[in-house]
């Protein structure tokens, strides 16, 4: 689909409105396996006076007839490029007209997941973000708008497609009669909100009355025989769509609503007006498949599609370099669900290690893009954890800035003033600016500008006048093509603690709009100690000069969870990079530890969180910050010597807490069980150190519940000793894809890194490495990329490993191999051997002849890095 593209860049700079205004879309579909015909009828008016028609439309359509107002066009009334087609004004009626065509495809053939194409015999679209020019052509851009009229003619049972069911007409075909399942999606819409979907499915039904009575039909849709595994997508989706009206006065706006489970599916799911399309990852679950994060995560997506329906659909992007407008919004509108539904402080934390995990390693690497980028060459590689999640954090801080009220304001501002509309950055920021007056024009730089800022906390103390001052500085480093970096305004929470861990002053937001800014507080008796960041108010990095035993006095007496999480994760990274470069653990770090097995009061979710060291990688990156060259072997045995002091330290409080966390009773995806259960696991990792797995295998063997049966297996698996089970899982699951994709997971990436490369290629060699299926693909090359040293070993089998597959599958599926080429962004900065073999390995990804234009372009910056 994207191969051998010319690189071309787009830039924002350049964007230009449609000239013409595309009243209605009908679209007639004859499915078949390998000869689909595509029929359509586009109603234009032009706008501008003398512009050419420009159609997007890729080089595997097939056209068999293009024809404006009934009157065939010939080859040369029009010109056909690689991706465009192109009808000169001067072959244009002058006022309004229809184009009418007849396309062919070839879904059979069809590999990328992208456009229309077949999953298991389900024929199913994925359009976002320029999947429909695979289909026909047209004007695939999000600023053109239209309703919709679909027919499909299939032999199928099931067919689907945006907006609600209508009562077909009788068409005439030559001899025959057809009639079609017939669609109507009165909302206008962009293309890439286009869905069809047709094959034997079988419907979860519900219903739902909206707040002004509407009656709506919910459908999950899933193959015959996982009818059983949707019962949770369904209550999800209904408690969404009662939340959106709850909290944000949202009503859905159709008589039907659809979600659709795929097996074959690049992303996690799809937006499309009132069909959803879902990997069926993020639908199916049932106690025994499923885990409690699998059960969260299909809480969170169900959610957040839902929610794109007024954050995305009823007002769209003008074109994608806007991208994070529906999107960061709709992530911190799914956020804030999984907040009021389950832990707010747990969800706080989570979504601050994503971050951290992912964007700040974005934003430190040759990927680095501001949330609103300027510039990109394929948009697909631009649906990053920048656009989606520091999209969602710079909202967050948007609303700390102007407070609850204001953001309630701007936000119902930006649903009258916005519905119907494809809007801008600037927009969104006007309807803030309008709703409470703040001038946010250097609010704009989180934005337009890339990198994490880095702040300094000095603290001043003045004994004799009972006083703090707290100066802090903040610095950007420069990120590819953007070397000037300046000051952005910061809101910085802070609190102060008395020495006996009384709160002396509560939490205030102090906004920092120059490079450096100081802050008083007076009237102090004593010196207190600062909690800063608290909430984690801003995305940014943080020194201060704080020693570990203040990190023990934050982590056993701050108010804030996640200030306090924060405190003992401190103090973890503290002992990991000291031991990762011969050093020993903090001191006071397995006490402060030991207080938080002891700590009733807190909620087992958060300790699981405490008790949970931080990964390979975020210490590599620490390190690296610090300008240390990371030993991936080195930092391994450091963090599995920690846990294994730990254990040690506390072996009978773990043992207790492991038997106390035990849930019973039956099964319940509810917050509170799960994060017994997470407690529970995060004590057998600790333990398994000590007891070389013998209580994961019991478990393993005993375990009722997916969540357990997961957690005993991975910690066999690091202690080598997983083989029976293995089997087991085997022979139980080996007809469930999902539960496969775990067993393909697990096994390169908790193996001790000197053996999973061996595993990961003697897996890659089983006939059930599906290896175009997305999640296979992701489960077994993704699985080795997330072991941080097999990954990074220093004879560079690890790179070639995932070179290897990446170079086999671009052709097949170019968004995934590029997705999955990210994992090689942090290359640059290991020592000269490390780097010289992955280097060949990028290289040799490099130099494939017909590489896609989604590699290409992430090959050629992350080899950047290094130059
Ligand atoms: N909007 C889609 C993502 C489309 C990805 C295209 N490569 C899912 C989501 O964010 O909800
Ligand atoms: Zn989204």
């Known amino acids: 689909m994207t191969q051998n593209s010319a690189q071309t860049t787009r830039y924002l700079a350049d964007y230009r409105p449609y000239p013409f205004h595309l009243r209605e879309t009908r679209l007639v579909f004859d499915l078949s396996p390998d000869a689909t015909r595509v029929q359509s009828e586009l109603d234009f008016t032009p706008l501008a006076q003398g512009a050419d028609l420009v159609l997007d439309g890729g080089s595997a359509l097939i056209l068999h007839r293009l024809s404006i107002d009934g009157r065939d066009l010939s080859p040369a009334d029009y010109d056909r490029k690689d991706e465009t087609l192109t009808i000169p004004a001067a072959t244009l009626p002058d006022g309004p007209f229809t184009l009418s065509a007849d396309v062919q495809i070839n879904p059979a053939a069809n590999t990328t997941c992208e456009g229309l194409y077949l999953s298991g015999g389900i024929y199913c679209t994925q359009c976002e973000a320029e999947g429909f020019r695979h289909i026909t052509f047209y004007p695939d851009r999000p600023d053109v708008m239209a309703p919709f009229q679909v027919t499909i003619h299939s032999d199928q049972p099931v067919e689907l497609s945006n907006g609600d069911r209508a009562v077909p007409s009788e068409e005439r075909h030559g001899a025959i009669t057809r009639i079609g399942a017939l669609w109507i999606d009165p909302w206008p819409k962009p293309a890439y909100l286009f869905a069809l979907v047709a094959g034997d499915l079988r419907a979860v039904s519900g219903r739902f009355t909206t707040m002004s009575g509407r009656e709506v039909a919910l459908n999950v849709w899933v193959r015959p025989g996982d009818e059983d595994r949707a019962g949770f ?8 769509m009662q939340w959106d009206e709850q909290v944000y006065g949202r009503e859905y706006d159709l008589s039907e609503f659809n979600i659709v489970a795929i097996d074959d599916f690049n992303m996690g ?6 069909l959803n399309i879902f990997n069926s990852k993020l639908v199916l679950a049932s106690p025994d498949t499923a885990t409690d994060t699998d059960y969260e995560r299909i809480e969170a997506v169900i959610a957040h599609e839902y929610f794109h329906n007024w954050t995305g659909n009823r007002i769209t992007c003008r074109d994608w370099f806007q991208l994070c407008l529906k999107e960061g919004l ?14 707010a402080p747990v969800k706080r934390i989570e979504d601050v290690k994503t971050l951290r995990d992912r964007q700040f390693r974005e934003d430190a690497g040759p990927l680095a893009h501001p949330p609103r980028p300027d510039r990109y060459q394929e948009i697909n590689n631009f649906y990053t954890a920048t656009v989606y999640e520091k999209g969602a954090e710079v909202i967050g801080m948007l609303k700390r800035l102007v407070g609850d009220d204001g953001y309630k304001a701007a936000l119902d501002l930006y649903f009258t003033r916005h519905d119907g509309d494809a809007a801008t950055i600037e927009d969104w920021l006007a309807v803030f600016q309008d709703a409470t007056g703040r001038d946010l024009t250097q609010f704009k730089r989180w934005y337009t500008d890339a990198g994490t800022p880095h702040l300094t906390m000095a603290e001043d103390w003045a004994a004799d006048d009972g006083r703090l001052t707290l100066t802090f500085t903040q610095e950007t480093a420069p990120t590819p093509g953007q070397p000037d970096k300046p000051p952005r305004v910061i809101p910085i ?22 490079a450096q800014q100081a ?14 960041l608290r909430g984690f108010s801003a995305p940014v990095t943080l020194s201060r000069d704080l020693d570990d035993a203040g990190r023990a006095f934050l982590l056993a007496h701050d108010r804030d969870p996640f200030a306090r999480w924060e405190a003992g994760h401190g103090l973890a990274l503290s002992s990991l990079t000291a031991m990762a470069q011969g050093g020993t653990a903090a001191a006071g770090h397995l006490d402060a530890i030991g207080r938080l097995i002891a700590d009733q009061t807190a909620e087992p979710a958060f300790r699981a969180l405490c008790l949970t060291l931080p990964g390979e990688d975020e210490v590599a990156s620490l390190l690296a910050a610090r300008g240390v060259t990371p030993d991936p072997d080195a930092i391994h045995a450091a963090r599995e010597s920690l846990a294994a002091d730990l254990a040690q330290a506390h072996q009978a409080a773990l043992a207790a807490l492991y038997d106390a966390m035990e849930t019973g009773g039956p099964y319940t995806p509810d917050a509170e069980p799960a994060g017994r259960r997470a407690l529970r696991l995060a004590a057998l990792g600790l333990l398994s150190r000590l007891d070389g797995g013998a209580r994961a295998a019991a478990l393993f063997d005993k375990a009722g519940n997916m969540t357990e049966q997961m957690g005993a297996l991975t910690a066999l698996v690091r202690a080598d000793r997983a083989d029976a089970a293995l089997d087991r899982m085997l022979g139980l699951f080996s007809g469930n894809r999902l539960v496969m994709d775990k067993w393909f997971a697990v096994q390169p990436m908790a193996a001790p890194p000197a053996r999973a490369a061996s595993i990961a290629r003697a897996l890659a060699a089983r006939d059930d490495f599906d290896w175009k299926n997305p999640n296979r693909f992701r489960a077994l090359i993704g699985g080795l990329a997330a072991n941080h040293a097999a990954f990074h070993a220093a004879d560079g089998s690890g790179y070639d490993f995932i070179a290897d597959w990446l170079i086999r599958l671009d052709p097949v599926n170019p968004q995934i191999a590029a997705r999955i080429s990210a994992v090689f962004d942090t290359w640059h900065r290991y020592d000269p051997d490390r780097r010289a073999r992955a280097r060949a390995a990028l290289n040799r990804i490099a130099a494939l002849p017909g590489l896609s234009r989604n590699s290409s372009e992430m090959v050629t910056r992350i080899i950047a890095a290094g130059d």
């Open 233 to 240: 997508a369904l209550e999800s989706l209904v408690k969404s």
């Open 269 to 274: 799911a799809m937006e499309n007006k009132g």
């Open 330 to 343: 709709t992530v911190f509108r799914d956020q804030q669900f999984t907040s009021d539904l389950r832990s």
């Open 493 to 514: 929470a802070v609190g102060l603690i008395g020495q006996n861990g009384d709160e002396l002053r509560e939490t205030q937001v102090l906004e920092m709009t120059q």
């Open 519 to 532: 802050f008083r507080f007076d009237g102090l008796g004593a010196r207190p100690v600062v909690s800063v």
